[in-house]
Each structure stands twice: as C-alpha cells, then as structure tokens.
C-alpha cells in the first residue's frame, strides 16, 4: 500500500477533470449505483473542532475519508479541513492507498458546483458573487469561471485583507455583502459562519445559489427568505441530518442534484435555485480513484 502526498495529488488533478467526473458521481449516487451511509461527524468540543468519517462503495471504489474540520484554524494560518483518503481493491479487499485528502476536498467541492452552475444558470451569465476569501473561494473561482465567462466578480469576507489579495490575484472586487449578492447572477456562500451571510430579499429572480460551507447542523450561512427557493442537495439523507440551511429554516428539498442530471425531475430554471452542498464520500473517493489511475499511468509511461 502507498501513500500519495499532496504534491503528488496535485500533480495530477484537473479541475476540467473533476467536473464531469462529479457530475456521473452524482448521477450514479442518486440512481443508487453507489451504497453511502451519512457521514458520522463527532465534535471536539474542547478545542471547537470535529471529526467526521465517511465510507462509500461504488462499482470501482471502495473506502472511506477521515477528516478532521477546525473553523477556527482560518485564523491561524492553518487549513480548516484536513483529510486522509483510504482505498482497497474492489475486487479483493486489498488496501491500495492513503492519499492525502486537503486538496481532493477543496477541488470536488468546486467542481460539484460547477456541475450545478453548468446546469441552470444560463450561458450569458456575466456576475458571480463569492462570500468568503478561503480556498473554497478561491477553488471556485477556478471550477466557475471554466464553464461560464464572468466579467465581474464581487468577493465579500469579514477579513478585508484576505478578500483584497483573492480580488488582486483573480481581477475581482471587494464589497460588503449585501452589494456583492445584489443582482448577482451566481452567489457562492462559502463560510464557516453559523449565521447567515446571504438576505435573500437582495437576491436577483433567476439567481442560482450556492453554499458550501458548514458550522455545525444547527447553524447556517443561508437565512429562512433564501431557502423558501427550489432547494436542490448533494443527498437528501445527509441534508435532513447535517444542513444547518435545511434544518434551522425547515427547508423543503425538492430534489438531488443527481436526480435532476439524470432526468428524473425538472426544475424551472428562470426561478431562484439554491443547491445545498454538504460534500460526500463518493465525490471523495472518484477523485481519489481519478488520482490513482493518473499516477499509475504515469509510472507505466
């Protein structure tokens, strides 16, 4: 069994990858080709931090993510999440690999989004809004802008310093956070604020909403006007549980994103759609697969 660090993952990871590839990971996750218990998420209570567990099977994955999530560590100069990946043979049970998972985490999580904005916002979309000015912020960025070309880009955070150096390294600019979700084609609520970030009165029509981060399942950065929208998830199961937007604002979910991709509901794109993102077990372990075979090719070259 190896270990792939995080130079060697991101040696070989592409965002133009991962989009597809998480768009037929949710599919299958939604059409039950994949067998995923909610995550068990534990709180560490004495130093504000948790750690989760997450397994999944899927016709050529079989593993589990451990990870350990610390808010507070943004203001430490430390990242807030950190994973390892762990992968065994399908076929025999036989471990293949611990992979660090920081970076599969940071880039899946776009990438799911991506799939979502590629789906329902329409192709002339010119203005996207970030709330928040971490990696989730930054990855975004990336994974959005290779499927729409965005002429403004608004980023809010309450660290003002950390907010102008994304502005300054992706042409972006800074604003408070109503004027950033004002009229904004795409808004991505990427905080780890227990409190809502996004008023849904400032949102545009037919503005696509997404969040991506998490506080606990009692808290949430969307509050009740937003989530009053078509609400799409990741997985129903692990929304009931863990969203705090679903939870705290009793939130209908209308339907998985996988569901939609596979055609088996229809949403009225021209309305406010908003996609809860959690993050789950099968993204992590397609990625980390999608690692594994690029290395492999790699040394047989």
Known sequence: MQFIDHKQVESVL????????????????????????????????????????????????????????YPDNDEKGL??????????????????AVMDGALITE????????????????????????????????????????????????????????????????????????????DADVVVAATASSEPVIKGECLKGDAKVVSVGWAGADGGELDAQTMANIVLVDSREGAEIESGNVRRNNAQIYAELGEVLAGE????????????SIGMACQDLSSASLVLDKLSQQTNL
């Open 14 to 69: 592409r965002m133009e990858d991962l989009i597809p590839l998480m768009r037929q990971t949710m599919i299958d996750f939604s059409l039950k080709k994949i067998e995923q218990p909610t995550r068990r998420i534990l709180s560490v209570a004495e130093h504000e931090g948790y750690f989760g567990s997450m397994p999944a099977i899927s016709t050529d994955a079989v593993g589990a993510k451990l990870v350990a999530f």
């Open 265 to 276: 509901i229809s949403v009225d794109k021209k309305k406010i759609v908003v996609f809860e």
């Open 79 to 96: 990242p807030t999440h950190m994973a390892n990946i762990v992968l065994f043979k399908p076929e025999t049970g036989e471990p293949l």
């Open 107 to 182: 880039m899946r999580t776009a990438a799911v989004s991506a799939v979502f904005i590629d789906t329902f916002a329409a192709k002339n979309v010119k203005s996207l809004a970030i709330l928040g000015a971490g990696v989730q912020a930054a990855s975004h960025i990336e994974a959005l802008s290779l499927i729409r070309d965005f002429e403004d880009i608004r980023i809010c955070n309450r660290n003002i310093q950390r907010a102008e150096e994304l502005a300054e390294k992706t042409g972006a600019h800074v604003m408070n956070s109503e004027d950033a979700v004002r």
